[in-house]
């Protein structure tokens, strides 16, 4: 499974991007879906999951009220959504794929991962 990612760049504070993760085939369909991200000698940190129903949610405490992720399994795309971006919202971000069809915070439940894209937010 290859999951690209795309819609990173260089914003200014409290401006909004939003990023898209498109999986090589269907079967992301039946998995839960999230969005991590890292700095620089830091540790991968998550950000946000849903479930493969779309319906389930889960979100780092950072960026609740910012940020929103969605999924349209039809054309196997993972969204996230970030509103009133800051300067610690910098990163790679990147997209992976659940084990299960579970919303999930914990990496190592995650099975693929892509290669991940730069959000650079200056002050």
């Known amino acids: 499974v290859q999951l690209q990612a795309s819609g990173g760049g260089l914003v200014q504070v409290g401006d909004s991007l939003r990023l898209s993760c498109t999986t090589s085939r269907r079967t992301a369909s039946n998995n839960g879906m999230g969005w991590f991200r890292q700095t620089p000698g830091k540790e991968r940190e998550f950000v946000a999951a849903i479930a493969w129903r779309g319906g389930g949610t889960y979100y780092t405490d950072s960026v609740k009220d910012r940020f929103a992720i969605s999924r349209d399994n039809a054309k196997n795309t993972v969204f996230l959504q970030m509103n009133n971006l800051k300067p610690e919202d910098t990163a790679v971000y990147y997209c992976?794929?659940?084990?299960?069809?579970?919303?999930?915070?914990?990496?190592?439940?995650?099975?693929?991962w892509g290669q991940g894209t730069q959000v650079t937010v200056s002050s």
């Open positions: 992976a794929v659940a084990r299960s069809s579970a919303a999930t915070p914990n990496a190592q439940s995650y099975q693929y």
